[in-house]
């Protein structure tokens, strides 16, 4: 263990931080990208919904299937950011 400690986002730093400056939440939190996961699950949603007004228009089964992948999706990362919310 560390009493210092850099994090990082697909290379880019996050910040450096001293063990007694941040929580153990805050940490879980930026590397669960919580605000990504809630801007992605809300494209997935909006991508469903598109899909299955072009679906209802078309009487496409594979924009249909697409929507129902995309809202199952958008569902589960929902959940997660639940349950790191749960976490804080």
């Given at each position: 263990m560390a009493d210092r400690f850099t994090l990082l986002n697909r290379g880019q730093s996050l910040g450096s931080y001293l063990k007694s400056e941040v929580s153990r939440e805050d940490v879980l939190e930026m590397m669960a990208g919580g605000q990504e996961m809630d801007a992605l699950q809300a494209e997935l949603e909006e991508f469903a919904r598109s899909?299955?007004?072009?679906?209802?228009s078309a009487g496409s089964h594979s924009l249909e299937a697409a929507a129902a992948a995309e809202h199952s999706l958008a569902n589960a990362?929902?959940?997660e950011a639940k349950k790191i919310q749960a976490h804080q």
């Open positions: 899909d299955e007004a072009q679906a209802s990362i929902g959940d």
